[in-house]
């Protein structure tokens, strides 16, 4: 067993005894494409009222529902119905008509973005490491995109590694995320403890600010990251990109949205670029990825 622990402000792995540290193994996945009867979704079925209610909140925000798994609409909706304190989807829908400004609310439920700063520990150590370092090497800037960046956590986290190599204001690191609340706080930078837990105590210092309860990101950091709302399976972003973040996104999505997916970042990322994806994420039937570490994919030359 390999357990991450903090030294002289970085982390660097502890092999207990008795376990080997294994190292991580590059394997080609376009062997494992799966059928798309192994991956289909199951049935599952939304009522009329149901289907009606969410084909609107949608809409509204320029999403097209079908893309999405409908177990996981289903499994959301009671949360939906929650947050705006109403019994039903016809009590749900005339609330959000007579005030749009809930929509966002509703929206944020259904679509959850829950993240915090170097998610995955082991992750943002093989990035910072091994991953980055080979990336910049002879380069002075990164060029890198979050999809799906809800509240900008894990790309804050990426633009602190560059801070620490003299690299953040030379690179251009992008967000992106369909939810137009979820872009309003990557901008302000404000997050609670919970948020930043795993955040090892050096970089706290150097790169927060404590307000009461909060954490605030310091100007320098917040300057140099761009934000925007897009819908990443409408528009994907141009340019050749070094990494690619997309974690814990593509879950959520039907099987020939997911396919899409895979296909975007496949043409994106410059050879020998880097996809990072959430531990239950695989991008399943690509030519081109190749695997580097658990959730690290690296794009192959050629």
């Known amino acids: 067993m ?7 402000g970085r982390y660097r792995h502890i092999v207990i005894p008795g376990q080997a540290k294994q190292r ?5 996945i376009a062997t494992s494409r799966l059928s798309a009867a192994a991956v289909v979704e199951p049935p599952c079925n939304l009522s009329s009222e149901n289907t009606e209610l969410l084909e609107w909140l949608f809409g509204q925000a320029g999403l097209d529902i079908r893309l999405y798994r409908t177990e996981t609409l289903k499994r959301r909706l009671p949360a939906c119905l929650r947050s705006l304190h109403v019994r039903s989807c016809a009590e749900a829908r005339r609330l959000l008509e007579q005030e749009p400004s809930l929509i966002s609310i509703a929206l944020d439920s259904m679509l959850i973005g829950v ?6 520990v082991p992750v943002f150590d093989m990035l910072r490491e091994l991953v980055l370092p080979s990336l910049v090497e002879g380069r002075k800037s990164l060029h890198a995109w979050s999809v799906g960046c809800s509240d900008g956590a894990e790309l804050y986290s990426l633009a602190m590694l560059l801070a620490e190599t003299d690299l953040l ?3 251009y ?30 970089l706290l210092e150097r790169y927060f600010e404590r307000e009461f309860s909060a954490w605030q990101v310091i100007p320098r950091l917040r300057a140099a990251l761009r934000w925007g709302t897009a819908d990443v399976l ?35 990322l410059r050879p020998g670029g880097i996809l990072v994806l959430g531990k239950a994420e695989r991008p399943v039937g690509t030519k081109r990825f190749s695997f580097l570490a658990p959730c690290i994919y690296r794009r192959n030359r050629g």
């Open 173 to 202: 690191l992008l967000g992106t995320d369909c939810r137009a609340e979820a872009i309003r706080r990557c901008r302000l930078g404000r997050f609670d403890a919970a948020a930043v837990r795993w955040v090892p105590p050096a």
């Open 24 to 28: 991580p193994r590059v394997v080609n």
């Open 234 to 268: 409408k528009t994907p972003e141009p340019g050749v990109w070094d990494v690619i973040l997309c974690r814990n996104t593509a879950m959520y999505l039907r099987i020939e949205a997911m396919t899409s997916l895979w296909e975007q970042f496949e043409m994106l």
């Open 2 to 8: 390999i357990r991450p622990t903090l030294v002289a």
């Open 115 to 120: 993240t915090w700063f170097f998610r995955d």
């Open 169 to 171: 204001e030379s690179s």
